[in-house]
C-alpha cells in the first residue's frame, strides 16, 4: 500500500521556522518527482517546491525562495521541508505529492501519490 504521511505543521509566530516531514512508504522514491504543495482557505493549490529524487535538482516557487529548502533522505524514504522566516501569507495546509513529471499540478488528484497534509499556520 502507497503512503505519504506529512508531519510537523503547527503554530509558528512570524519570522520562526519549521521542518515538515513526508515519510513515503510503498513505492521507490527516485523513480519520481516529489513536491511540496499549499493550499490556502479559499485559494487553489499553489506549487512551493519540487524535487527530482534520482539526482537531489531541487527548485522553488519564487515566493518562497530563499527561505524554504527541501531535501531528501533516501535510506528513510522521507522528504523534508524546511521553512525559515515564516510570514503569514505562508498559512495552508501543506501536502507532499508524488509525480511521475516534472510539471506541478492544479490539483491534488493530478498526482501520482499524495498524502493527507499538515496544517501550517503563520500568527502572532
Known amino acids: 500500500e502507497v503512503q505519504l504521511v506529512e508531519s510537523g505543521g503547527g503554530l509558528v509566530q512570524p519570522g520562526g521556522s519549521l521542518r515538515l516531514s513526508c515519510a513515503a512508504s510503498?513505492?521507490?522514491?527516485?523513480?519520481?518527482?516529489m513536491f511540496w504543495v499549499r493550499q490556502a482557505p479559499g485559494k487553489g493549490l499553489e506549487w512551493v517546491s519540487r524535487?527530482?529524487?534520482?539526482?537531489?535538482?531541487?527548485y522553488y516557487a519564487d515566493s518562497v525562495k530563499g527561505r524554504f529548502t527541501v531535501s531528501q533522505d533516501n535510506a528513510k524514504n522521507t522528504l523534508y521541508l524546511q521553512m525559515n522566516s515564516l510570514k503569514p501569507e505562508d498559512t495552508a495546509r501543506y501536502y507532499c505529492?508524488?509525480?511521475?513529471?516534472?510539471?506541478?499540478?492544479?490539483?491534488?488528484?493530478?498526482?501520482?501519490?499524495w498524502g493527507q497534509g499538515t496544517q501550517v499556520t503563520v500568527s502572532s
Open positions: 505529492a508524488a509525480g511521475r513529471y516534472w510539471i506541478p499540478y492544479s490539483a491534488l488528484s493530478s498526482y501520482k501519490y
Open positions: 510503498g513505492f521507490t522514491f527516485s523513480s519520481y518527482w
Open positions: 524535487l527530482n529524487s534520482d539526482d537531489d535538482t531541487t
